[in-house]
Antibody, heavy 121, light 113 residues
Framework: EVQLLESGGDLVQPGGSLRLSCAAS????????MNWVRQTPGKGLEWVST????????YYADSVKGRFTISRDNSKNTLYLQMSSLRDEDTAIYYC??????????????WGQGTLVTVSS | DIVMTQSPDSLAVSLGERATINCKSS????????????LSWYQQKPGQPPKLLIY???TRESGVPDRFSGSGSGTDFTLTISSLQAEDVAVYYC?????????FGQGTKLEIK
């Protein structure tokens, strides 16, 4: 059974930093791309970033490019999202989602329960 | 960016009746080299993450009841629930994965009439 467990969400001040983690199990982690998707009541679902199975290719939404960094440790079956220069509009539930394939052009098929990031002073 | 527009925003259907949700992409998301439409449908119930129902526009994910079906190609797509059950009350989203950013539709809230 695929399981994805996010952690690291917190209340942080604007301009601050935070690192999210996603522990994966139930599948061969290195064989699949992984994604971060966030959700806010006002803006709905927003794709944030994708990383290929090897970690060699990464993709970002323009809204986070240059501020967020996606990475993975295939030896630990863990996905990360390093967030810096956080803004109020980054407040959201952040979901970790497994890709249906190794790299680009595949859909998120399994999602974690999410972790809440609140950016506020 | 490809914009995904769903209609309607909300929908109320009687139990056992058909529910139809539409999704339109601002650009073609049919990849000619493999003849696949890069379109997925998700179901989200309150307090839960989205659940994949349909991918490649019409392929049902394993374990999804066959009352759920997807159709369409190019820029126009449809999710159909053939006979609405109480447990189908949820918000439904379409998403393209043709090119980044993988944008979602705004969601359609499905309720029981």
């Amino acid at each position: 059974e695929v399981q994805l467990l996010e952690s690291g969400g917190d209340l942080v001040q604007p301009g601050g930093s935070l690192r999210l983690s996603c522990a994966a199990s139930g599948f061969t982690f290195s064989s699949y791309a992984m994604n971060w998707v966030r959700q806010t009541p006002g803006k709905g679902l927003e794709w944030v970033s994708t990383i290929s199975g090897s970690g060699g290719s990464t993709y970002y939404a323009d809204s986070v490019k240059g501020r967020f960094t996606i990475s993975r440790d295939n030896s630990k079956n863990t996905l990360y999202l390093q967030m810096s220069s956080l803004r109020d509009e980054d407040t959201a539930i952040y979901y970790c989602a497994k890709g249906s394939g190794y790299s680009y052009g595949n859909t998120p098929d399994y999602w974690g329960q999410g972790t809440l990031v609140t950016v506020s002073s | 960016d490809i914009v995904m527009t769903q209609s309607p925003d909300s929908l109320a259907v009687s139990l056992g009746e058909r529910a139809t949700i539409n999704c339109k992409s601002s650009q073609n998301i049919l990849y000619s080299s493999n003849n696949k439409n890069y379109l997925s449908w998700y179901q989200q119930k309150p307090g839960q993450p989205p659940k994949l129902l349909i991918y490649w526009a019409s392929t049902r994910e394993s374990g999804v009841p066959d009352r759920f079906s997807g159709s369409g190609s190019g820029t126009d797509f449809t999710l159909t629930i053939s006979s609405l059950q109480a447990e189908d009350v949820a918000v439904y989203y379409c998403q393209h994965f043709y090119t980044t950013p993988y944008t979602f539709g705004q969601g359609t809230k499905l309720e029981i009439k």
